[in-house]
Nanobody, 115 residues
């Protein structure tokens, strides 16, 4: 049984930093892609950043230069370092693991940025 569990998140003032972590268990082989999505109230879930098993990264334009995604293939973990946070970054952040043609999601963690 595959499980995806996030940690981190919380509340911070604009300009501050937070770090999100995610671990996927129940997967024996390297996960194809891991990433972070977010969903703000009244909006659709959107991609924040993802990273392939080969280390190729992809970022939403709104977070480029502020957020950094990294992963540890041996441990099937992924992290998102978020710097220079803005109120517009406020959302529930979800970890995603894409493996064996299926998407697996975490339960979500709240990030709140106050101005």
């Amino acid at each position: 049984q595959v499980q995806v569990v996030e940690s981190g998140g919380g509340s911070v003032q604009a300009g501050g930093s937070l770090r999100l972590s995610c671990a996927a268990s129940g997967i024996i082989f390297t996960i194809n892609s891991m990433g972070w999505y977010r969903q703000a109230p009244g909006k659709q879930r959107e991609l924040v950043a993802d990273i392939t098993s080969g280390g190729r990264t992809n970022y939403a334009d709104s977070v480029k230069g502020r957020f950094t995604i990294s992963r540890d293939d041996a441990k099937n973990t992924v992290a998102l370092q978020m710097n220079k946070l803005e109120p517009e970054d406020t959302a529930v952040y979800y970890c995603n693991a894409y493996w064996a043609y299926k998407n697996y999601w975490g339960q979500g963690t709240q990030v709140t940025v106050s101005s």
